[in-house]
């Protein structure tokens, strides 16, 4: 089984829905990670938590909402959906730093992706 | 402007081949970075971490220059198996940011 597990893999929907994705991991990590790929723009963070308590916005987090409902939970909604939240998302998973400097610290542990397509 | 820049490429080059990539960032404070690879539609997995000091992995050699806030991967002698997209990440106290990718496309 994978250590981070994505729900849905492929989803359709229409102009207005409320679509949730959701993100579980089995790695014991604090840290999680939602992401969406387009092409030619790589990565784009959307939101990200450091323990159930801790939400922060990425640099796109507007259209979106996230609820860490436990430390191996991660889900992200979209309360109306858009054409142009058509994308690939990814959630992923991090240990703590320690410092924030350490080698080898940080390493981001990735889900398979959803592909999400807005009508 | 975007915290983390690449030139997305593409690259095409021969097997054996040297190639080079370049990432520069915005952020001064950024405490780490690493490099990235990901095979089309699939998720990315993380090729090496990249120390202040230069290392190297093999065929790969990661560079960071923190005075001019870039960092670099060196791929030696490539082969056809390391055609990917080649992503640079930078991390400040948690929030790790890609930048767009390079796609490296290797040809017999």
């Known amino acids: 089984d994978a250590d981070v597990t994505q729900t849905p893999r492929n989803r359709i929907t229409k102009t207005g829905k409320r679509i949730m994705l959701e993100c579980s991991q089995t790695k014991g990590h604090d840290r999680m990670y939602w992401y969406r790929q387009d092409p030619g723009l790589g990565l784009r963070l959307i939101y990200y938590?450091?323990?159930?308590?801790?939400?922060n916005k990425g640099e796109i987090s507007d259209g979106y909402s996230v609820s860490r409902q436990a430390q191996a939970k991660f889900s992200l909604s979209l309360e109306s959906a858009i054409p142009n939240q058509t994308a690939l998302y990814f959630c992923a998973t991090s240990d703590s730093f320690a410092g924030g400097i350490q080698p080898n610290t940080g390493e981001l542990f990735f889900g398979e992706g959803s592909r999400l397509t807005v009508l | 402007r975007k915290e983390v820049e690449q030139d997305p490429g593409p690259f095409n080059v021969p097997e054996g081949a040297t190639v080079a990539f370049n990432c520069t960032y915005s952020n001064s404070a950024s405490q780490s970075f690493f490099w990235y690879r990901q095979d089309c539609r699939k998720e990315p997995k993380l090729l090496m971490s990249?120390?202040?000091s230069g290392n190297e992995d093999g065929r790969f050699t990661a560079q960071l220059n923190r005075a001019s806030q870039y960092i670099s991967l060196l791929i030696r002698d490539s082969k056809l198996s390391d055609s990917a997209t080649y992503l640079c990440?930078?991390?400040?106290?948690?929030?790790?940011?890609f930048g767009a990718g390079t796609r490296l496309t290797v040809k017999p």
């Open positions: 990249v120390y202040s």
């Open positions: 990440v930078v991390n400040n106290e948690g929030d790790m940011r």
């Open positions: 938590s450091f323990d159930v308590k801790d939400i």
